[in-house]
C-alpha cells in the first residue's frame, strides 16, 4: 500500500508564504511523476504544479513566478513553496503522485492522492 501524507497548510494573510510538503511512503518502485492540484469548493480541481521523472516542471498559469515545486528523491517528498499567496489561492491542496510498484513477477502503474491540506488566504 501506498501512502501520500501532507502537511503545512494553514492561515496566511495576503503577500504571505507557505511551503507545503508531501512525503511517499510503501511499497514503492519508481515514482515517476508528483504534483500539486487544488480544488475550492463548488469548482473542479485543477492542477497547480507538477515535477515528471525527468525534471521538467509544469505550473498553472496563475501561479508562475509565486510558486516552486521540488523534490527530494532520497525521501521521496515533494515540496510546493507559495509566495506572495491572493486570496484567489485560497482552497484545498492535494498531493498527487503516479507511481509504479511491483505485483508479484511484473509492475503496475498507479496513481495516489493525498488527503488534502487546507489553505486559506485571507486579511
Known amino acids: 500500500q501506498v501512502q501520500l501524507v501532507e502537511s503545512g497548510g494553514g492561515l496566511v494573510q495576503p503577500g504571505g508564504s507557505l511551503r507545503l510538503s508531501c512525503a511517499a511512503s510503501?511499497?514503492?518502485?519508481?515514482?515517476?511523476?508528483m504534483g500539486w492540484y487544488r480544488q475550492a469548493p463548488g469548482k473542479q480541481r485543477d492542477l497547480v504544479a507538477a515535477?515528471?521523472?525527468?525534471?521538467?516542471?509544469n505550473y498553472a498559469d496563475s501561479v508562475k513566478g509565486r510558486f516552486t515545486i521540488s523534490r527530494d528523491n532520497a525521501k521521496n517528498t515533494v515540496y510546493l513553496q507559495m509566495n506572495s499567496l491572493k486570496p484567489e489561492d485560497t482552497a484545498v491542496y492535494y498531493c498527487?503522485?503516479?507511481?509504479?510498484?511491483?505485483?508479484?513477477?511484473?509492475?503496475?502503474?498507479?496513481?495516489?492522492w493525498g488527503q488534502g491540506t487546507q489553505v486559506t488566504v485571507s486579511s
Open positions: 510503501g511499497s514503492i518502485f519508481s515514482i515517476n511523476a
Open positions: 515535477i515528471t521523472s525527468g525534471g521538467s516542471t
Open positions: 498527487h503522485a503516479d507511481i509504479t510498484i511491483v505485483l508479484l513477477s511484473t509492475t503496475v502503474d498507479a496513481s495516489y
